[in-house]
């Protein structure tokens, strides 16, 4: 079968107004806590839940996987840069010869996020106890779900996080970054992975398995991460923890105590009970 590789060089910015933009990237992030709020709405209704408790949630979730992504990004992958750039960690700016300039938040880690929304969701949980923690976590699987998607949209956009040279004429040849020759799409298969995780979700949601708290949430982490951990065998490093800990990259080795604690969720789930 013949396959074609794909020029890759678009325009990380949607529009621009002197130094100031909309860059792709930010607008997949949009999209995401657009579309998670929009299910979490429906969740809300579906279960006779007030949806005042929604705005605050919605709030938690924003800051905690936001915060968490990006320090995840710093101290798993990039602490030899910012431990000299501690300016940047939480500002949206780089050090550059002709000084600070506006670039968005371009480091933003999905191990981190996760950690980053355990505990904003424990926090939020602390404060408004209309449901257990599990029940929010095994709900908020949905919509992380598909927003993990369009992140990695994001990322293709960007042309970063990419995978290894394909060595065929099969592949993405990412020209803004100055290659000619192609590599696998790594973001478009990691997208199409947690969409396809974010369908088996919802499909399980809709079961008597919604009601086996932690059920879900074990299901996410193990569906998630397996997924992470295998594409992680076509892409490019992202340096980190390899130095110390060789076999696996660095995403290989935050991925394995995810998935086998998802597992243990799904085994510990309460079974549902006969009639």
Not at 67 to 91: C, K, M, N, P, T
Request: charged share 15%.
């Amino acid at each position: 079968m013949y396959f074609s590789k794909i020029d890759w060089a678009p325009s990380e910015t949607l529009f621009k107004i002197g130094s100031f933009g909309i860059h792709y990237y930010s607008l997949m992030f949009i999209i995401a806590f657009g579309l998670g709020y929009y299910i979490m709405k429906n969740i809300f209704k579906d279960e006779k839940i007030s949806l005042d408790y929604l705005e605050s949630l919605f709030v938690y979730m924003v800051l905690s996987i936001l915060i968490g992504a990006r320090l995840g990004d710093v101290f798993f992958y990039s602490w030899d840069y910012y431990q000299d750039h501690l300016l940047e960690i939480l500002l949206p700016i780089r050090d550059t010869p002709n000084g600070y300039t506006f670039t968005g938040f371009r480091g933003l880690a999905s191990h981190g996020a996760v950690i980053g929304t355990l505990i904003g969701l424990y926090l939020y949980q602390l404060k408004f106890k209309e449901r257990p923690i599990l029940w929010l976590l095994d709900r908020v699987t949905i919509p992380v779900a598909i927003g993990a998607s369009f992140v990695r949209l994001g990322n293709f956009m960007n042309s970063e996080i990419v995978g290894k040279y394909s060595n065929s004429n099969f592949g993405v040849v990412f020209l803004n970054r100055g290659e000619n020759l192609p590599r696998h799409p790594a973001q478009l298969y990691e997208a199409m992975g947690y969409f396809i995780l974010f369908f088996i979700l919802r499909q399980v949601y809709k079961t008597e398995n919604r009601n086996r708290q932690g059920y879900l949430i074990g299901l996410f982490f193990a569906g998630m991460f397996t997924i992470r951990f295998f594409i992680e065998f076509i892409k490019e490093s992202q340096g980190g923890l390899e130095e110390f800990l060789p076999l696996f990259s660095t995403g290989q080795w935050l991925s394995i105590p995810l998935v086998l604690l998802g597992l243990f969720l799904m085994w510990r789930a309460p079974k549902p009970k006969k009639a």
